[in-house]
């Protein structure tokens, strides 16, 4: 991979935690994945989650098969009460999810209501389940979201996972 083929909010992830999750995004997040988002996440259509479930467990199993643990991003209690579904575990269902972390109570704003610099800014949302620290160690880690901004949540969490001893941390999630 060349120096212009890393984007400018990896670079500043590649500075500040030297590997890079080399994120898998299976689609552009344009108009139409906007519209699409707003339907399934904030609209809470449930159903849309199967439009790319088939395809998002396909690419999964293909490139991250034994060995891995598959890591949802969570969600906060609050946006769970708001949506009653964790859009992330609803996009990837059909897979063995290891859940590891758990957003911070004190975190309090959604993401998605985060601008860009405030996204960037944000201290770390997740604490590692206390109780799942052994299975971090030397283990091979898949984090999973739904959409790819910034980074700041992926590496967010690629940080608990690193600091608790993760072998190889990637990451993939539906848009970019």
């Excluded at 990837?92 to 975190?107: A, I």
């Excluded at 209501?113 to 799942?132: A, H, V």
């Excluded at 898949?142 to 941390?169: C, N, R, S, V, W």
Aim: charged share 30%; net charge positive.
């Amino acid at each position: 991979m060349n120096e212009e083929d890393i984007c400018v909010d990896c670079r500043k992830w590649e500075r500040e935690y030297s590997d890079l999750l080399g994120n898998i995004a299976l689609y552009e997040y344009n108009e139409l994945m906007k519209k699409y988002f707003e339907r399934f996440k904030f609209m809470g259509d449930y159903y849309y989650s199967n439009i790319f479930n088939e395809e998002l467990k396909e690419i999964v199993q293909k490139e991250y098969g034994k060995g891995w643990l598959y890591v949802p991003v969570p969600l906060s209690k609050q946006s769970f009460q708001i949506r009653m579904f964790n859009q992330v575990e609803a996009l990837f269902s059909g897979l063995t999810f290891t859940e590891l972390l758990t957003v911070r109570n004190d975190e309090k704003r959604q993401q998605s209501k985060l601008n860009r610099r405030e996204r960037l800014r944000r201290r770390q949302p997740f604490i590692l389940n206390s109780d799942r620290r052994v299975e971090v160690e030397a283990a091979n880690i898949l984090l999973l979201d739904d959409i790819y901004t910034t980074g700041g949540t992926l590496y967010h969490a690629a940080k608990i996972m690193k600091d608790a001893g993760a072998k190889k941390i990637k990451s993939i999630t539906l848009a970019r």
